[in-house]
């Protein structure tokens, strides 16, 4: 199952007075769409993170909070229900851990993809590699009612 959170930096940087720090936003947002998933099938998952350096401790923290007091939309009982752990994983991408490396080949096609479809960056995807990897993974992207992808495995924050 994959779920996709892309964010136009800069025009959430200009949308808001007071934004959140972008990624822990995309942490809150992706985590939401996890754990809708995990209770929608009435499992529990785990959290594992590739190291950034000095954004992990940040990362720690954004976790921790969520799963402490929830988020604006959800309460910390949700998580807490499904999450396995208060604190996530976060471990060195010398360790080559193999759903790091996807993800990490995914990144940009799906990104791309996402760009493209808001008519933000437009060049980049059709005809292109990226257009191939997407088809070839779009089937595994988080679906909501009636294969709805926008909200679900596609998350767009501008």
């Known amino acids: 199952m994959i779920i996709n959170v892309t964010l136009d930096k800069a025009s959430h940087l200009k949308r808001y007075k007071y934004p959140d720090h972008p990624y822990a936003y995309c942490v809150h947002v992706m985590l939401e769409r996890y754990v809708f998933w995990l209770n929608q099938y009435r499992k529990q998952g785990d959290v594992l993170a590739e190291s950034r350096g000095k954004e992990d401790l940040h990362l720690k923290r954004v976790y921790r909070t969520i799963w402490q007091d929830g988020t ?72 909501g009612a009636h294969g709805k992808l926008e909200g679900y495995g596609e998350i767009f924050i501008d």
Do not use: C, W
Request: charged content about 30%; aromatic content about 10%.
């Open 72 to 143: 604006l939309y959800k309460k910390a009982d949700f998580f807490q229900g499904a999450l396995t752990s208060k604190e996530i994983k976060i471990k060195p991408k010398l360790n080559n851990i193999a759903g790091h490396q996807i993800a990490d080949l995914l990144a940009y096609p799906l990104r791309e993809k996402m760009l493209h479809e808001k008519k933000i960056r437009i060049h980049n995807f059709k005809g292109k590699f990226s257009e191939l990897i997407y088809n070839a993974v779009a089937g595994k992207i988080r679906r």
